[in-house]
């Protein structure tokens, strides 16, 4: 059953009928459909995310302007960023296993699996980034950034395979 829906009228400034106008918000375009989404947005941001899923889809939509004035400031640039693009496809996912956390009164097995994924996450982006930074004319904005902190990275490798004896 269709849950029943009250209208409701409200007087906003300029200012916020303007930005509410530009607010690119999933599939809602009226102002009507972005006050709902708008609601059932803050409603579970309120209720927290229930898994891990929902959180990387709060942590996407909260991006979604930074990351579209990123490509728009790009369109301008001789550049775009293969950096920034990973970190901006990685971290919602990543951020989202941290924000979900470990449920409650797990331990053990269900501990190992979310430090795993945890892991799994973090260490798909550090190799992303080295990848990009091992190419001879990396795809980034300022790629003696990414190669200053890659020659730390290669630093620690050699001290890993010292401790470790990989060969």
Do not use: W
């Not at 009928?17 to 690119?24: C, K, N, T, V």
């Not at 899923?53 to 550049?79: I, N, Q």
């Not at 920034?84 to 496809?89: F, Q, T, W």
């Amino acid at each position: 059953m269709a849950s029943k829906t009250v209208p409701l009228s409200v007087r906003i400034s300029d200012e916020d009928a303007e930005f509410l106008a530009r607010l690119d918000i999933g599939e809602a375009h009226t102002p009507s459909e972005k006050m709902r989404a708008l609601l059932a947005s803050e409603r579970r941001l309120r209720a927290g995310p229930r898994d891990a899923g929902e959180a990387s889809e709060m942590l996407s939509d909260l991006m979604r302007p930074a990351r579209r004035r990123l490509r728009d400031a790009e369109r301008e640039s001789p550049v775009r960023s293969e950096a920034l693009e990973k970190l901006y496809d990685r971290l919602p996912e990543l951020a989202a296993l941290a924000l979900a956390g470990p449920q409650a009164g797990e331990s053990g097995a269900a501990l190992e699996d979310f430090e795993a994924r945890m892991l799994e996450h973090a260490f798909s982006l550090f190799e992303d980034l080295v990848r990009i930074g091992l190419l001879s004319e990396p795809r980034c904005h300022d790629a003696n950034a990414l190669k200053l902190r890659l020659a730390a990275v290669a630093e620690l490798a050699d001290l890993v395979k010292i401790k470790h004896n990989f060969n």
